[in-house]
């Protein structure tokens, strides 16, 4: 099955639990550049889920995702493709999910869901710090966040705290000057 891994449509991808792996077809790779593969899904389902990169052409051993790094709900695979585009020695590779049940329902074995919606995302990574790509506009917005947050705290260090502190300050003052006041007139 040839998928581009595009984003998918807001309903997700579906597979069944304790059924038949789906294959995802990696196509149009560029040369020398590193990917993640996402998956993520929700946890109302408890699966377990296991995908890897499979040669769907020949018997090569598998590239597994780690199973020590372990993301909630979502799991992830990166991988460098070489200088002719292709994922480490893998002729046809592609991306193999499965999904196991991971508890048994309280009425039961065979209740429950019986298909887990997930999703699942090809990503190119920057070439030096390993981001992905679609990733870039949140990094943005947290440094956007972080320089307005220095400024206005400087702003207020030097401008607003220090005439908050006069006026808190003075108040007290101000009162006790107006109480003993009405003392030396009585």
Same mark, same amino acid.
């Given at each position: 099955?040839? +998928?581009?891994?595009? #984003?998918? *449509?807001?309903?997700?991808? &579906?597979?069944?639990? =304790?059924? =038949?792996?789906?294959?995802?077809? $990696? +196509?149009?790779? !560029?040369?020398?550049?590193?990917?993640?593969?996402?998956?993520?899904?929700? %946890?109302?389902?408890?699966?377990?889920?296991?995908?890897?990169?499979?040669? *769907?052409?020949?018997? %090569?051993? #598998?590239?597994?995702? !780690? #199973?020590?790094?372990?993301?909630?709900?979502?799991?992830? &695979?990166?991988?460098?493709? =070489?200088?002719?585009?292709?994922?480490?020695?893998?002729?046809?590779?592609?991306?193999?999910?499965? %999904? !196991?049940?991971? *508890?048994?329902?309280?009425?039961?074995?065979?209740?429950?869901?019986?298909?887990?919606?997930?999703?699942? +995302?090809?990503?190119? $990574? $920057?070439?030096?710090?390993?981001?992905?790509? =679609?990733?870039?506009?949140?990094?943005?917005?947290?440094?956007? %966040? +972080?320089?307005?947050?220095?400024?206005?705290? &400087?702003?207020?260090?030097?401008?607003?705290? #220090?005439?908050?502190? &006069?006026?808190?300050?003075?108040?007290?003052?101000?009162?006790?000057?107006? *109480?003993?006041?009405?003392?030396?007139?009585?």
């Amino acid at each position: 099955m040839r +998928v581009d891994f595009k #984003p998918v *449509s807001e309903q997700g991808e &579906l597979i069944d639990l =304790d059924g =038949d792996a789906r294959a995802y077809q $990696l +196509v149009d790779l !560029k040369p020398s550049t590193g990917y993640e593969v996402r998956l993520s899904f929700p %946890a109302s389902i408890p699966a377990f889920i296991k995908f890897q990169i499979v040669d *769907s052409s020949a018997a %090569a051993p #598998p590239l597994r995702s !780690k #199973p020590a790094r372990r993301l909630l709900d979502c799991e992830k &695979l990166i991988f460098a493709t =070489d200088s002719n585009g292709a994922v480490q020695g893998f002729a046809n590779p592609a991306v193999l999910v499965t %999904a !196991k049940r991971r *508890s048994v329902h309280r009425d039961g074995p065979t209740a429950g869901a019986s298909k887990l919606v997930y999703n699942i +995302v090809l990503a190119e $990574l $920057l070439p030096v710090v390993g981001l992905p790509l =679609d990733s870039i506009p949140v990094v943005v917005a947290v440094v956007a %966040a +972080v320089l307005i947050a220095l400024v206005w705290s &400087l702003y207020w260090s030097r401008s607003i705290f #220090p005439r908050l502190l &006069l006026w808190l300050t003075a108040a007290p003052a101000a009162a006790a000057d107006s *109480s003993s006041a009405s003392k030396r007139d009585n």
